[in-house]
């Protein structure tokens, strides 16, 4: 009994080292399962028209004292009311701001006022895109008559963005697997189940522009506009 216990001693010592690599190579496996994956950037772009327009122009006056200042503002402020009218701008599309007072001081002396600046905002929102792009053009000619006007670049805005998000970011996911494939099937594998998906933000840029943020991009310079997704998607391997 006694010449038996080493070989006992062995073979227990040797079951218990089949069982603990057992474990090991499982969770190997187990391992590879969840390393075993690529991930693979997908886009998608769609072209947009503007629907919606912002313009925003002012008029200022400026003099020795606030009244005069005042009265030749009114002045101006009624021809640019009157031009808008003419140019078929609706009155629920108009916001007319209250007159803003800024005093003028000596540059040698600040505390010296040598005048008043006053200055009326006008802003136009409105889905009429066309109509108001050509009041805006038609702008010239209330300068031409003497009013001082500042006319700042119509702002496009595309107000739909969320309708068309979800199409694009199935096509984003689409164009990944696509490419996907081609990447793992050049080495002899395939895709398995898609992991996990990292939507980036989406970037509203100029026609064919490459302008790229991590914030984002919203480009209200163009009345059309490249809108584009971008996906991370994570696939396993088999």
Not at 108 to 132: D, H, K, M, W
Not at 182 to 205: C, E, N, P, W
Request: net charge positive; proline share 3%; hydrophobic share 45%.
């Amino acid at each position: 009994m006694r010449e038996r216990l080493p070989l006992l001693a062995g073979l227990a010592l040797l079951a218990v080292a089949l069982l603990v690599g057992s474990i090991f190579v499982a969770g190997g496996i187990r391992d590879r399962g969840k390393t075993d994956v690529v991930t693979v950037t997908g886009s998608a772009k769609q072209r947009i028209t503007s629907d919606y327009v912002i313009w925003d122009l002012s008029v200022s006056s400026q003099r020795d004292r606030a009244a005069p200042a005042a009265a030749e503002l009114a002045g101006w402020a009624k021809e640019v009311r009157a031009f808008l009218t003419a140019q078929g701008v609706h009155a629920d599309e108009l916001t007319v701001q209250p007159v803003s007072t800024q005093t003028v001081t000596d540059n040698s002396n600040p505390n010296r006022i040598v005048g008043y600046q006053l200055t009326r905002a006008f802003e136009v929102r409105s889905r009429r895109v066309q109509a108001i792009a050509a009041a805006a053009e038609a702008s010239s000619r209330v300068i031409a008559g003497g009013v001082p006007l500042q006319v700042q670049p119509l702002q496009y805005v595309y107000t739909r963005l969320a309708d068309i998000r979800p199409r694009l970011l199935a096509q984003a996911v689409r164009d990944a697997r696509n490419r996907g494939g081609v990447l793992v099937g050049a080495t002899g594998g395939k895709l398995g189940r898609l992991r996990a998906v990292d939507v980036g933000v989406f970037q509203v840029t100029a026609p064919n522009s490459t302008d790229v943020s991590d914030y984002g991009v919203y480009d209200t310079s163009t009345l059309r506009k490249d809108v584009t997704a971008v996906v991370n998607v994570t696939f396993s391997l088999r």
